[in-house]
């Protein structure tokens, strides 16, 4: 990571920006980060976009705050807890054959000669 102060920073945004490999660049205003450039390789708008709203960012305190008291479970644990709650999603389920009707297979043989 890359850091640069304002009060030096001699090239325009673009130049940095130009710059970026799969570095991230931290603007500092004494001493304190006060903007990033952040290269986009691999991401989308709604990552960026979620990765900087409140709510998502309180989640993520809480979680982090729980994790440090320990307050964790395993995988199996959590595949445990939401087995049950599942509901089957019809979309990925086998379809049943259907029959055909007789007017259908008199139609199909008719066709075939």
Known sequence: MKTIKLSTASGTLAKYAADLSNEIVVLT????PVAAIVPLKGLDRES???SGHPEFLKIIARS????RRGQTISLAEMKAAFAGRRSPNKRLQPTKARRRSSKKRA???RLRG
């Open 48 to 50: 960026i976009a979620l």
């Open 29 to 32: 205003a004494r001493n304190r």
């Open 107 to 109: 139609n199909s043989a």
């Open 64 to 67: 982090r705050a729980q994790f």
